[in-house]
């Protein structure tokens, strides 16, 4: 199987299963194939979790839940040494925790205390984790895909901001239209009388294979200079406008720029183009940068969102030459 072919029928399967979320699996997806993780907020109820289920059940991989909880530890998370006793001798045992698969969802990530979302960072970051000064290599193939509650709900606790910047993408889910709604319903009941998936399982071949394609799509000059200008907006505000400048108080990364570079290119491939334009850029720009940017006190109080702030450097940015 092709590798064009095989994320294609992921994306057909997952929306069989996900009714009215074509733009949270195709997210998802890119996630995939970009190798980033992935952060969804979204009231309860809105097939968060099924969505990564179904990713999970489709793909030959691993699959691990996380449910982040207020007493949640960082070892129920990465794991412990554990010390046995076996003919005199005293030795211990490193016993791998949940993070330690290729898929995981970690559930509510915000309702955990800061030193176990901190505990998730080296994991996110370098695909590996230290216990008792031993180090720990994680499986080629992983992506965490994480859901957050709104923070204005009880029992919830902001991520810290460098822990956010690891995610790929922030993805907003809302409430689907009434015609999906009742397919939902009609699914769920016809599920009830479920007959077991016997289609074979994408293998994670194909997902690299897929990877090694899009590392391949080109980025011109051009559009390489309009995606740094989009970022510098963010952090040189007051060069590009007095507006921006009173909305933003830190801009993005350049972590952010290598994710807005990956989404574009995997966004582009998707399509079946061999070069990222900057529609391209602009199809995926607010889910890059959404978690990126800190807004202004004033800002904040004004009630404004962050999308719309990229809107406006969207806006204000000077398109490349060719594309005007």
Same mark, same amino acid.
């Not at 949940?98 to 898929?103: A, K, L, T, Y």
């Not at 205390?113 to 996110?124: C, G, N, R, Y």
């Not at 907003?172 to 009434?178: A, G, L």
């Not at 702030?309 to 000077?318: G, P, Q, S």
């Given at each position: 199987?092709?590798?064009?072919?095989?994320?294609?029928?992921?994306?057909?399967?997952?929306?069989?299963?996900?009714?009215?979320? !074509?733009?949270?699996?195709? &997210? *998802?997806? @890119?996630?995939?194939?970009? =190798?980033?993780?992935?952060?969804?907020?979204? %009231?309860?109820?809105?097939?968060?979790?099924?969505?990564?289920?179904?990713?999970?059940?489709?793909?030959?991989?691993?699959?691990?839940?996380?449910?982040?909880?207020?007493?949640?530890?960082?070892?129920?998370?990465?794991?412990?040494?554990?010390?046995?006793?076996?003919?005199?001798?005293?030795?211990?045992?490193?016993?791998?925790?949940?993070?330690?698969?290729?898929?995981?969802?970690?559930?509510?990530?915000?309702?955990?205390?800061?030193?176990?979302?901190?505990?998730?960072?080296?994991?996110?970051?370098?695909?590996?984790?230290?216990?008792?000064?031993?180090?720990?290599?994680?499986?080629?193939?992983?992506?965490?895909?994480?859901?957050?509650?709104?923070?204005?709900?009880?029992?919830?606790?902001?991520?810290? !901001?460098?822990?956010?910047? &690891? *995610?790929? @993408?922030?993805?907003?889910? =809302?409430?689907?239209?009434?015609?999906?709604? %009742?397919?939902?319903?009609?699914?769920?009941?016809?599920?009830?009388?479920?007959?077991?998936?016997?289609?074979?399982?994408?293998?994670?071949?194909?997902?690299?294979?897929?990877?090694?394609?899009?590392?391949?799509?080109?980025?011109?000059?051009?559009?390489?200079?309009?995606?740094?200008?989009?970022?510098?907006?963010?952090?040189?505000?007051?060069?590009?406008?007095?507006?921006?400048?009173?909305?933003?108080?830190?801009?993005?990364?350049?972590?952010?720029?290598?994710?807005?570079?990956?989404?574009?290119?995997?966004?582009?491939?998707?399509?079946?183009?061999?070069?990222?334009?900057?529609?391209?850029?602009?199809?995926?720009?607010?889910?890059?940068?959404?978690?990126?940017?800190?807004?202004?006190?004033?800002?904040?109080?004004?009630?404004?969102?962050?999308?719309?702030?990229?809107?406006?450097?969207?806006?204000?940015?000077?398109?490349?030459?060719?594309?005007?």
């Amino acid at each position: 199987m092709q590798a064009r072919k095989a994320i294609k029928e992921l994306l057909e399967r997952m929306n069989a299963k996900i009714i009215g979320q !074509e733009h949270i699996v195709r &997210r *998802f997806v @890119m996630g995939l194939l970009a =190798d980033g993780h992935i952060l969804v907020e979204g %009231l309860p109820g809105l097939a968060k979790t099924r969505t990564v289920r179904a990713m999970a059940e489709i793909i030959d991989s691993q699959f691990s839940r996380i449910q982040f909880t207020p007493d949640l530890l960082p070892s129920d998370v990465l794991g412990q040494e554990r010390h046995y006793e076996e003919d005199g001798k005293e030795f211990y045992r490193f016993h791998k925790g949940p993070i330690f698969g290729n898929i995981i969802l970690a559930d509510e990530i915000n309702r955990a205390q800061a030193k176990v979302q901190s505990a998730m960072l080296e994991a996110m970051e370098e695909k590996q984790v230290t216990i008792a000064g031993k180090t720990f290599k994680l499986p080629e193939l992983f992506i965490v895909l994480a859901t957050q509650n709104p923070i204005e709900q009880e029992g919830t606790y902001p991520l810290p !901001e460098a822990q956010k910047d &690891r *995610f790929l @993408m922030h993805v907003k889910i =809302d409430y689907v239209t009434m015609d999906s709604e %009742l397919k939902m319903i009609r699914m769920v009941q016809e599920e009830k009388h479920h007959v077991e998936d016997t289609q074979v399982k994408i293998s994670q071949e194909m997902i690299f294979a897929a990877r090694d394609e899009i590392s391949k799509i080109i980025l011109s000059d051009e559009v390489g200079r309009y995606i740094v200008d989009l970022v510098y907006a963010t952090r040189y505000p007051l060069r590009y406008s007095k507006q921006l400048d009173v909305m933003i108080d830190v801009g993005v990364s350049p972590r952010g720029s290598l994710a807005l570079t990956q989404c574009a290119q995997v966004h582009a491939w998707m399509k079946g183009n061999n070069e990222v334009t900057v529609q391209d850029v602009q199809s995926v720009i607010h889910d890059v940068f959404r978690h990126r940017i800190i807004k202004s006190e004033h800002t904040r109080f004004s009630g404004i969102e962050n999308d719309e702030i990229i809107d406006i450097i969207v806006k204000t940015v000077t398109l490349p030459a060719s594309t005007k």
